[in-house]
């Protein structure tokens, strides 16, 4: 098979060969797993349990209690046969490569490919590591909160933040972690050719200062940005649903900074999302967009009204209290 996505499936096997090219005798060889985001509901794991039975069954599920009497709704891995047999399976490796992209390009849909990721441990070992991982105390305190690790939005969204320590404790006894690049900004058309690898490494030095709890893992920042794509995407679909040109849309950097303030006003998904759209407005008439000062007058009293108002009405739209602000200002 020919098509784009023949050469991603190429260059990851390099990667993997690479590996095995200088393999020491003191340790495992390295292997490949794909990582799925549950085994049930999902067409990726239909077709690998019809074409690849022996890869289908010796599966591991993420021994996590949280999926107790569900154990195929949680995330799992299935080992690929060592890099030779791994060659022939090429035509197939491409099929799920397009049958990846086609959800990545939806952007809000769930994901089932989520990864394919190199070890020398097995996929016990892996899962077990992922455990911890799932489970994360938000900075401050508070309930535990499941995290969605493998999903590839999460990961890529607070990795470039990460230490080298929160990298080497992220991936535990993964060496790389390779993921589709998801799209981030507003909403345009997409081709396969924009298709490409994130590739997640373990750091190349020992890292002494890892995090004593793995399930304490991030600052707020961190936080924040792992759990950003969601919002970020309802942000820049409204603009695309509402013709504003893309040129005139908030960039990455600005809609970030937007939903973290939204967040420390303490809004919520989807006062937070009117929240942005009310920060970054579009004049369709003059076509310039331009961001509301919320710091000074009217605004700041604008503001103020609304926040008031959603403590009294915690059902109530900020959206339209907002706009009845401004309706009272005139």
Known sequence: ??????????????????????????????KAYLLLNRWTDNALAEA????FPCIAKDRVAVPDAYYKYEEDRAPCVLPFPEISAFREMHNQFVQWIDFAWRQVEKR??????????LSRTNGES??????????????????????????????????????A???????GPVIQWWSLVQPSGPWQSTSTDSARWFCASAPKFD?????????????????????????ANLVWAGYAQGGVPVEDQ???????????????????????IDYVWSSWLHDAPSGTSRLTAWQVPPASTNLARVLNALRQQPDARFASLYLEALKQNR
């Open 1 to 30: 098979m020919q098509s784009h996505f023949s050469p991603l499936a190429e260059e990851l096997t390099r990667s993997w060969q690479a590996m095995a090219d200088v393999e020491c005798s003191d340790l495992p060889p390295v």
């Open 207 to 231: 890292c002494p200062k890892v995090p004593a709890y793995l399930n304490a893992l991030f600052d707020q920042t961190q936080w924040h940005a792992a759990h950003l794509s969601p919002s």
């Open 165 to 171: 320590a929160q990298k080497a404790a992220w991936l």
């Open 250 to 272: 908030p960039d990455g950097a600005v809609v970030s900074r937007l939903l973290a303030d939204g967040q420390r006003l303490g809004l919520k998904p989807p006062n937070l």
């Open 126 to 163: 892996i899962t077990r590591h992922w455990v911890d991982l799932g489970h994360q105390q938000p900075p401050g305190g508070g309930a535990m909160r499941l995290m969605r690790y493998q999903d590839p939005r999460v990961m890529q969204g607070v990795w470039p933040l990460l230490t």
């Open 108 to 117: 809000q849909s769930k994901q089932d490919f989520c990864a394919v990721i």
């Open 48 to 51: 690998v349990a019809e074409e």
